[in-house]
């Protein structure tokens, strides 16, 4: 059972436990969950209620009700890339072909496929929260709460644009200007479930990146996303005449290498618990250095 503690301040004398819980950012939902799914609330090892009024010094246990994961969602001993693993978060560095989450095209084989394993091997009753999800054949870090309560807390922080992630792409032709940002919404492309395209009536996406190197007609390219949508770098840059080398579905050749050079090479997050900014890098990949 997932649980956290907290020693009352003397500036949160007085407070009700229902205040204090909301500071701590513990949301509706969840005290709704806690209440009626088998969860608990303890001041100094008694259960009480969110009315209870606590003094400097109490100590504060919250018991979150244990996770079920999907029936459908199914363990699997797959090898992992862990980069960094606590009690609260995982960073996995994911490889191409590989799906984050199953699809009804891929329903096996997944980073949450053989998370739940790795889940099982620890004895943890918990269910898969992807926090950066990557596109199947996307390489790369990839951050996963192994709560729910963690992953809202890491979900707010990715509204509030606090989780930033630097990728490393090639794409066809040589790009300029050698350091620019690309502002084009993005939607659904007619009624495709898959491919987006730059549409007028589509979300705000914006696109930062810096040309590396150029030769042999490709660009190597930094990007860091100030948006998040579905696909943005993949349908920027061929947006702007230079699709991603590999991608098929928005203009690029397979020729060189049979994926998006695409790769998620850097991430830094808040950890909510360890309370400092965290860092994480990932070496580009054989297939993309070989290309290079």
């Known amino acids: 059972m997932f649980q956290l503690r907290w020693i009352v301040t003397p500036q949160q004398d007085g407070m009700l436990v229902r205040e204090f819980l909301k500071e701590k950012h513990i949301s509706k939902t969840a005290l709704t969950d806690i209440k009626f799914k088998g969860g608990n609330i303890e ?22 009700p244990p996770e079920q994961k999907s029936a459908e969602m199914m363990a699997q001993s797959i090898p992992l890339s ?88 090639v794409c066809h032709g040589y790009v300029t200007p050698l350091v620019g940002t690309i502002d084009a919404p993005i939607g659904r492309k007619g009624d495709s479930i898959i491919e987006r395209q730059v549409r007028s009536d589509g979300q705000r996406a914006v696109t930062h990146y810096e040309v590396l190197q150029q030769k ?48 998620s090479c850097e991430l830094t997050f808040f950890h909510p618990f360890v309370e400092r900014m965290m860092t994480f890098h990932s070496p580009l990949p054989d297939d993309i250095a070989r290309l290079l």
Request: glycine share 6%; with cysteine; hydrophobic share 35%.
């Open 216 to 263: 042999n007609e490709m660009t190597h390219v930094s990007i860091q996303l100030e948006t998040g949508r579905t696909h943005q770098i993949r349908v920027h840059f061929s947006h702007i005449g230079h699709p991603l080398v590999g991608d098929d579905l928005y203009g690029g050749s397979r020729a060189r290498i049979d994926r998006q050079a695409l790769h």
């Open 82 to 169: 862990i980069v960094y693993e606590d009690d609260y978060v995982i960073v996995i560095d994911k490889p191409p072909h590989m799906s984050t989450i199953p699809s009804r095209e891929h329903p096996h084989g997944t980073i949450a496929n053989a998370l739940l394993f790795h889940y099982e091997k620890q004895q943890l009753q918990t269910t898969v929260h992807i926090v950066t999800r990557l596109d199947r054949d996307t390489s790369g870090l990839v951050l996963v709460a192994k709560h729910r309560h963690v992953h809202h807390l890491l979900s707010e922080q990715q509204k509030q644009g606090k989780v930033k992630r630097r990728y490393e792409a």
């Open 43 to 64: 001041v100094n090892g008694a259960p009480v209620t969110v009315r209870y009024v606590l003094k400097e010094g109490d100590e504060v246990c919250v018991s979150f």
